[in-house]
T-cell receptor, first 114, second 115 residues
Framework: DTAVSQTPKYLVTQMGNDKSIKCEQN?????MYWYKQDSKKFLKIMFSYNNKELIINETVPNRFSPKSPDKAHLNLHINSLELGDSAVYFC?????????????FGQGTRLTVV | GENVEQHPSTLSVQEGDSAVIKCTYS??????FPWYKQELGKRPQLIID?????GEKKDQRIAVTLNKTAKHFSLHITETQPEDSAVYFCAASLILTGGGNKLTFGTGTQLKVEL
């Protein structure tokens, strides 16, 4: 029973295509995120949703569009893929509270644009 | 916005030695400082975290210290073992009033524990 699961794990596609990555969490968390990890391992936040509402929208090309149909799901759609979009994309979730605000990460989606 | 610097970028130690990784942050409003371990090809996983109202926290061989005045925090791993080899990320977070927290990560430290 994986806490944060994303699909697909690997995605190879050609430049110019449109692709989606799906994420689901069964932790009951209110907040979900997308992070991008580039070839140098640098992790950078892209988006965050809290209860289906967008709360963080970093400087990301508008070819990237997140969608949260409910608080357990956060999908990422990418239009007109470019070579520079190649990276590992991690979904994560967390819950604000008095205890830990740990962010739990999915296993990642390795996107390769050729 | 927040900026987190992390040093060193690579660290090689002998098994049984200690390892120290240091981070500095820029936003004095940040109030939550987690450390994540990422093994090759795996997801980042939390190993320890500290809030801004605490100066030090320890969990078995791992400890974290926080100096709010100087805006720096450090990870200490004692009695290192080969399975400690991984990339370690520090992060600084501002817990948002709207929920969740915006993690700004350091650039990572590749720790190698040699036999």
């Amino acid at each position: 029973d994986t806490a944060v699961s994303q699909t697909p794990k690997y995605l190879v596609t050609q430049m110019g295509n449109d692709k989606s990555i799906k994420c689901e969490q069964n932790l009951g968390h209110d907040t979900m995120y997308w992070y991008k990890q580039d070839s140098k391992k640098f992790l950078k936040i892209m988006f965050s949703y809290n209860n289906k509402e967008l709360i963080i929208n970093e400087t990301v090309p508008n070819r990237f569009s997140p969608k949260s149909p409910d608080k357990a799901h956060l999908n990422l759609h990418i239009n007109s893929l470019e070579l520079g979009d190649s990276a590992v994309y991690f979904c994560a979730s967390s819950q604000l509270g008095q205890g830990s605000t740990e962010a739990f990460f999915g296993q990642g989606t390795r996107l390769t644009v050729v | 916005g927040e900026n987190v610097e992390q040093h060193p970028s690579t660290l090689s130690v002998q098994e049984g030695d200690s390892a120290v990784i240091k981070c500095t942050y820029s936003d004095s409003a940040s109030n939550y400082f987690p450390w994540y371990k990422q093994e090759l090809g795996k997801r980042p996983q939390l190993i320890i975290d500290i809030r801004s109202n605490v100066g030090e926290k320890k969990d078995q061989r791992i400890a974290v210290t926080l100096n709010k005045t100087a805006k720096h925090f450090s990870l200490h791993i004692t009695e290192t073992q080969p399975e400690d080899s991984a990339v370690y990320f520090c992060a600084a977070s501002l817990i948002l009033t709207g929920g969740g927290n915006k993690l700004t990560f350091g650039t990572g430290t590749q720790l190698k524990v040699e036999l």
